[in-house]
T-cell receptor
Framework: NAGVTQTPKFQVLKTGQSMTLQCAQDMNHEYMSWYRQDPGMGLRLIHYSVGAGITDQGEVPNGYNVSRSTTEDFPLRLLSAAPSQTSVYFC??????????????FGSGTRLTVV | GEDVEQSLFLSVREGDSSVINCTYTDSSSTYLYWYKQEPGAGLQLLTYIFSNMDMKQDQRLTVLLNKKDKHLSLRIADTQTGDSAIYFCAESMNTGGFKTIFGAGTRLFVKA
């Protein structure tokens, strides 16, 4: 049981490049989210999904796209990377009844630097 | 709007109790959480409390919730050097049961 797996762990992009951060979970969780973590700001929600085929925006969705074609996978796409997107990105999933009541399981993160 | 606030740093001696505090603003919060983050790792759920509870104890961890003052605390008894980490408070909104807001995290230093 691997939990939540994120790849890559580290990435350096040039401004304007695009890329996809991968996230996969093997716990059959319905709820999945992407957060970014910046110093002194906690975690901010980018996008989330309540099941396959259903996604919605969080607090800071601009510059990012998501899709959820399967229960297991929830990739995050950066359309045209900007230095402001330098951050640590976390994927999380939950099976909590009525939502995330029982809390998230987090991946180990992707550290992204945009130069 | 919704907000979760925590102090940024706490330093304690090994063996003492640590108390990490958090305030939140949304009175419709259904669940409140404490997560732990060790260096280079993701967040790990430590414990959670439902909003109709006042207290929850789990081994060395005690969570106290004062719903009137919107104040949540995490007490770690007999703090060890392995408890050094960042601790995040979070609240889950009663808006379709999904939105979770995190605080900025409290960095706990444990001195030997």
């Amino acid at each position: 049981n691997a939990g939540v797996t994120q790849t890559p762990k580290f990435q350096v992009l040039k401004t304007g490049q695009s890329m996809t951060l991968q996230c996969a979970q093997d716990m059959n969780h319905e709820y999945m989210s992407w957060y970014r973590q910046d110093p002194g700001m906690g975690l901010r929600l980018i996008h989330y999904s309540v099941g396959a085929g259903i996604t919605d925006q969080g607090e800071v969705p601009n510059g990012y796209n998501v899709s959820r074609s399967t229960t297991e996978d929830f990739p995050l796409r950066l359309l045209s990377a900007a230095p402001s997107q330098t951050s640590v990105y976390f994927c999380a999933s939950s099976s909590g009844t009525g939502g995330v009541g029982y809390g998230y399981t987090f991946g180990s993160g992707t550290r992204l630097t945009v130069v | 709007g919704e907000d979760v606030e925590q102090s940024l740093f706490l330093s304690v001696r090994e063996g003492d109790s640590s108390v990490i505090n958090c305030t939140y603003t949304d009175s419709s919060s259904t669940y409140l959480y404490w997560y732990k983050q060790e260096p280079g790792a993701g967040l790990q759920l430590l414990t959670y409390i439902f909003s109709n509870m006042d207290m929850k104890q789990d081994q060395r961890l005690t969570v106290l919730l004062n719903k009137k003052d919107k104040h949540l605390s995490l007490r770690i008894a007999d703090t060890q050097t392995g408890d050094s980490a960042i601790y995040f408070c979070a609240e889950s909104m009663n808006t379709g049961g999904f939105k979770t807001i995190f605080g900025a995290g409290t960095r706990l230093f444990v001195k030997a």
